[in-house]
């Protein structure tokens, strides 16, 4: 698999997944922080043909920005887990699982980059 088919798997499970535990959450417990995943979906999405052309610039920052959420997914894993929530442990771990796959990609893609030259 290429990285940009893996940020785009990625962007689109954190689009899906945000949006599905939006209307999962419903009401007057919701929190906001719920849009986040679909932010950053959103905006991997916009990055992705920068990616699979390998434009240095969008591919930094996408890595970036899927490190990050990589790293932010971790606390609400741990409170789903914590509140035996298991809708919530699937889609955060969904998440978590499509960012991680994607780090690896982007590594491996910079590493050939870096070998061919």
Do not use: C
Not at 39 to 50: R, W
Not at 52 to 59: A, E, P, T
């Amino acid at each position: 698999m290429k990285a940009h088919t893996a940020s785009a798997i990625n962007a689109y499970t954190l689009v899906v997944m945000g949006l599905l535990g939006f209307w999962a959450t419903k009401g007057p417990d919701q929190s906001p922080t719920v849009w986040i995943p679909v932010a950053f979906g959103v905006i991997l999405l916009v990055l992705n043909n920068g990616i699979k052309y390998q434009h240095k610039v969008q591919s930094h920052i996408a890595v970036i920005l899927t490190l990050l959420i990589t790293i932010a997914l971790i606390k609400p894993l741990q409170g789903r887990i914590a509140d035996a929530d298991t809708w919530g442990i699937v889609r955060v771990g969904l998440e978590l699982l499509t960012s991680v796959i994607a780090m690896i990609f982007f590594i491996k893609s910079f590493s050939d980059a870096r070998k061919k030259g």
